[in-house]
């Protein structure tokens, strides 16, 4: 079975995003229940440019809009306007019939301050269910000049239908956040410093982001893909994740050994990460292989570079941890035998003191090996257990560590009391031990 995610940055998921910045949006307006507006306040020396491109006038292909940011320029480090916002006026005169010359002109000539109404599409509302669901990170930025590298938009609105969470749409490139790596376009920002964003509009928002400190903890809100499919499937899977060339993931791996065999597993998802935000990777997966290459020899070293190098399309073949656990645990999930190995207290009838706590089980569980050899190093009464199952299907494991509930009720431990008055029945009936 094949599944493919498209991480936010990837081309196919975001076919607008050309080269430059160069326009790829095509409408010429946008319907108005859709139509969001801002004031975009910005500050240049005399005889500087703002860094900004505008096509469209009366006498080309309809309203002027922004077509590139030149980067590191004025406008693009505002982190205020997006490739395709349309301009409606400048320093209150409206664009509505000039020419492109003219509004070329009067960009050119502007003061030091310059003050731009500019409509954009709203982002989408976002709804959980139907194959997403929500989760929250915590990211921390510094602030570089009076921005974090990133766009808002959206906000409450007057009009019920377009209000809107506080929704990034761009993460520039090579800025605070950008750097940082968390946040994508389409994540939510709930809360700045701890001041809730619900029912904030964008004016507010911008406000609150503009007076905050050169560090500001924010609460982003992403979209996590719901593979249902994933839970229910049988044998190993084709996972094809596309990212943009030099991202990470954001898996960290380790091995661990099934059915006596090294393998290389999912150790940690780094949250809000392009593995997280796609569902189809958990930890406990196994890797089988990364774009053509078995894992089945490989070190961890080396398959943590191959992750590294993989491009723009990463397909990768995994055996879910849930398959791997019901391959160990087999029919049944606790299995109880008791064990034939003699209990030490029975070789002296004189013993009534010091009762191991129950290890004279022999219990199969799928992930207790672990916490049994630990727990078997810390016991002060511990004792070998018979030779008489293997290491990789049986562990000594602690009885009160067990779902009770799952074992049958005549193989629930009794207390060291019964088992006293019972073996003392026992000598008086055939006198001896």
């Not at 307006?29 to 703002?50: N, R, Y």
């Not at 509505?96 to 070329?104: G, L, N, P, Q, V």
């Not at 898996?251 to 290389?264: D, G, H, R």
Request: charged content about 20%; some cysteine; hydrophobic content about 35%.
């Amino acid at each position: 079975m094949q599944f493919m995610y498209e991480g936010p940055y990837s081309k196919s998921s975001h076919p607008s995003r050309l080269p430059d910045g160069a326009l790829a949006v095509s409408r010429q307006s946008i319907p108005d229940e859709f139509k969001g507006s801002c004031l975009v306040e910005l500050m240049k020396k005399e005889g500087t440019t703002l860094g900004l491109t505008v096509s469209g006038g009366i006498d080309k292909d309809g309203k002027p809009r922004v077509s590139n940011l030149r980067q590191g320029g004025i406008a693009a480090r505002s982190d205020q306007l997006n490739v395709g916002d349309y301009i409606k006026s400048v320093n209150g005169i409206n664009l509505a019939k000039f020419r492109h010359d003219e509004i070329i002109s009067l960009l050119k000539n502007v003061g030091e301050r310059v003050v731009l109404e500019v409509e954009y599409e709203l982002p989408p509302a976002s709804l959980q269910g139907s194959g997403v669901m929500f989760k929250t990170v915590e990211v921390t930025l510094h602030k570089e000049g009076n921005s974090f590298g990133f766009v808002v938009r959206g906000g409450s609105h007057e009009d019920r239908n377009k209000s809107r969470s506080i929704v990034i749409s761009t993460v520039r490139s090579g800025g605070s956040a950008d750097r940082e790596g968390t946040m994508k376009p389409a994540d939510r920002v709930l809360s700045i410093d701890g001041i809730r964003l619900q029912g904030s509009t964008h004016s507010e928002a911008m406000s609150i982001l503009k007076q905050c400190g050169q560090e500001a903890t924010f609460l982003i809100e992403y979209d996590v893909s719901i593979m249902d499919s994933i839970a229910t499937a049988s044998g190993p899977l084709l996972v094809e994740v596309v990212k943009s060339m030099g991202s990470s993931l954001g898996l960290a791996l380790s091995t661990s050994v099934y059915c006596n065999k090294q393998v290389i597993i999912i150790e940690k998802v780094k949250p809000a990460s392009i593995a997280d935000r796609c569902g189809a990777l958990h930890a406990g997966d196994h890797i089988l292989s990364v774009d053509g290459t078995s894992m089945e020899f490989c070190t961890l070293a080396e398959a943590t570079q191959l992750l590294a190098s993989a491009c723009e399309h990463v397909k990768m073949e995994i055996l879910p941890h849930h398959q791997t656990r019901l391959a160990l645990k087999g029919s049944e999930q606790v299995k109880v035998q008791r064990s034939t190995r003699p209990l030490p207290w029975e070789s002296c009838p004189n013993s009534s003191t010091n009762f191991p706590p129950y290890q004279h089980y022999n219990t199969y569980h799928h992930d207790a090996r672990t916490q049994a050899s630990k727990h078997q190093k810390s016991s002060p009464n511990n004792f070998s257990l018979g030779s008489s199952f293997s290491a990789s299907s049986m562990s000594a494991y602690s009885l009160s560590s067990l779902n009770m509930n799952t074992l049958p009720r005549t193989l629930y431990p009794t207390s060291p009391r019964g088992t006293m008055m019972r073996r003392k029945l026992k000598r008086k009936d055939h006198k001896s031990c």
